[in-house]
């Protein structure tokens, strides 16, 4: 998992980082180990498929989605490397890693399947899933006492509602991390695209850390981003006809 040294891009959706462009980052390809490889094809949430392939050498994780504690600097060559083990975890949608701690969400096939499935209340009250119910639990040709909306649907309708549910939270994922996006680009400033550490922000601003940075932002912003220029000023004011 060593940094490559190469032209090469970042395969997390919503990163558009490359080596070209911010050199300052080390570039990883994915673990060789089947079940962390496939940990962080989970994390960063990215299938493998027709438009995604992950092939080594080519297919890398930026170090912005990485924990600090994750990476370490080697001694001979200097270059970033990922403790084995490591996960990114870092993303937009658990900004930027403050949701790492947070229950796992299931998958949109769980939620879909836990919400489409009914249960079955039999005469002594026990409840029954679908999967559960014999021919014992029925009454004599199969058919409930008052309450024929609890039959389980047949498997093309369950699949068929199954998928559109998929397609629709896909879309509402979709949205949310646009949304979520242009929200952070709006809210932060340029720089925290290009400087990640505190040794980043100590070589680009001087200031002794992110934090620090943070601080000095917040209570400059509010200001700062209702300055008006003279030169501004002026053309309002020369447009505006006198009264």
């Not at 403050?98 to 299931?106: D, P, V, W």
């Not at 505190?198 to 509010?222: A, G, H, I, L, N």
Request: with cysteine; charged share 25%; hydrophobic share 30%.
């Amino acid at each position: 998992m060593a940094q490559s040294s190469c032209k090469c891009y970042c395969s997390v959706p919503c990163c558009s980082n490359n080596k070209k462009k911010f050199p300052y980052l080390s570039f990883h390809d994915f673990p060789v180990d089947e079940e962390i490889r496939s940990r962080w094809v989970r994390a960063i949430r990215r299938d493998e498929g027709l438009g995604f392939k992950i092939l080594r050498g080519s297919t890398y994780v930026c170090s912005q989605h990485f924990a600090p504690e994750d990476t370490y600097t080697t001694p001979s060559s200097g270059q970033t490397r990922i403790k084995k083990g490591a996960v990114p975890s870092r993303f937009p949608w658990n900004d930027w890693g403050k949701g790492k701690g947070s229950q796992a969400r299931q998958s949109v096939y769980q939620r879909a399947r836990k919400r489409l499935r009914p249960a079955v209340l039999d005469e002594s009250q026990e409840m029954l899933v679908p999967g559960d119910i014999t021919e014992e639990a029925l009454p004599v040709g199969g058919v409930t006492k008052d309450h024929d909306y609890a039959y389980h649907p047949s498997p093309g309708k369950l699949d068929g509602a199954a998928q559109r549910i998929q397609e629709l939270e896909l879309q509402v994922l979709s949205l949310e991390l646009e949304i979520q996006q242009l929200t952070f680009k709006k809210q932060q400033p340029l720089i925290f695209k290009f400087c990640v550490t505190d040794e980043d922000f100590r070589y680009y601003t001087r200031f002794s850390s992110k934090e620090v940075f943070t601080v000095f932002w917040e209570s400059v912003y509010p200001s700062a981003s209702r300055l008006l220029y003279w030169s501004k000023a002026q053309r309002t004011a020369q447009e505006t006809p006198s009264p």
